[in-house]
């Protein structure tokens, strides 16, 4: 059976580049990107685009119907930095595009569906070291909340009507193809930009502020491995755990410094140290492992050379 998938939210910093994997592998004409506004030109020049807000419940069903959809990947939010200054905002695009997609699920008009969670689900109370798969979830920031809620509303529709939801507790993601959204782990990212502009960088994270994080390329592919495993090999219908690395700023400028001697930085941490503080140091993802046998490739050396080179060549 041919697909046809629909990725909502495709111009963000996942959805760009698991566009452009998708569309690799099952044929540009079978994926449809989807945001608000138009992405790189990469991404629009590659495959079929439609300005669509996920919100809009009477546009995400007329799509879905005109196109006979098979797989649909939400990926629209709004990231925690920035959802800490506009909480309603928000509320309502994390929640209501979930909603509305899995109520279209509920309606037959799709067959699978990819949602991401995150690592932003932890909270204060939760264990620090190899944060397991089942523990506290208490989250502290407008952004943990929705998607702690999410992965409650993807359970319930799973279990009642029997839509098959798929999500992932994502890691921060360092990726060299998009610029950073809003998040609170984007210092990995900005890093080194301003590590070949200018020499230097600033840090909103103090030194040994231990977080989970993931080269982009590891975490496109634990969702695509994730949507095409066989459905009855997964024990998780809330979110998967999901881990690869873990690091602190200071971890990363050293490893940078090993290939650009003269880098420098500093710290000033800001508001975003708490949401960091409220985070895993690292996570227990064995679930995921053992159900549909996740490995990462990305260790911190390899990410570092994978960024720097790509963003020479590509700036």
């Not at 996942?14 to 138009?38: F, P, Q």
């Not at 993802?285 to 050396?301: F, P, T």
Request: charged share 25%; proline share 5%; with cysteine.
């Amino acid at each position: 059976m041919s697909k046809t998938i629909v990725i909502l939210g495709a111009c963000g910093q996942i959805g760009t580049e698991l566009t452009l994997a998708l569309r690799s592998r099952y044929g540009s004409e079978s994926v449809i990107a989807s945001d608000i506004r138009e992405g790189t030109s990469e991404l629009m020049e590659s495959g079929p685009f439609v300005t669509l807000d996920a919100t809009d419940f009477p546009a995400l069903e007329e799509l879905f119907r005109n196109t006979q959809v098979t797989e649909v990947y939400l990926m629209a939010a709004m990231l925690s930095a920035t959802a800490e200054k506009h909480p309603a905002r928000a509320w309502d695009l994390n929640m209501n595009s979930l909603l509305h997609v899995l109520e279209l699920g509920r309606m037959g008009l799709y067959s699978k569906l990819f949602w991401p969670s995150s690592i932003a689900v932890f909270g204060p109370k939760t264990p620090k070291d190899n944060t397991p798969q089942f523990t506290v979830t208490e989250p502290s920031t407008v952004y943990g909340i929705s998607k702690k809620a999410g992965e409650g509303w993807a359970s319930y529709y799973h279990r009642k009507y029997g839509v098959d939801v798929r999500s992932l507790r994502y890691p921060g993601l360092i990726s060299w193809k998009t610029q950073p959204g809003g998040g609170t782990t984007d210092y990995a990212v900005d890093i080194f930009h301003q590590a070949l502009k200018t020499g230097s960088y600033e840090c909103f994270l103090k030194a040994d502020t231990a977080l989970p994080m993931m080269y982009m390329a590891d975490a496109i592919d634990a969702t695509l491995q994730l949507m095409e495993a066989p459905a009855g090999a997964l024990s998780i219908r809330t979110s998967y755990n999901l881990g690869a690395l873990s690091f602190t700023p200071e971890d990363l400028a050293r490893s940078i410094t090993s290939e650009l001697p003269d880098f420098k930085i500093s710290y000033v941490p800001d508001s975003r140290q708490e949401i960091a503080e409220s985070w895993p140091h690292s996570i227990d993802d064995s679930q995921a492992r053992k159900d549909w046998g996740w490995e990462h490739r990305y260790d911190l050396e390899k990410l570092t050379r994978e960024m720097l080179r790509n963003l020479r060549e590509n700036n």
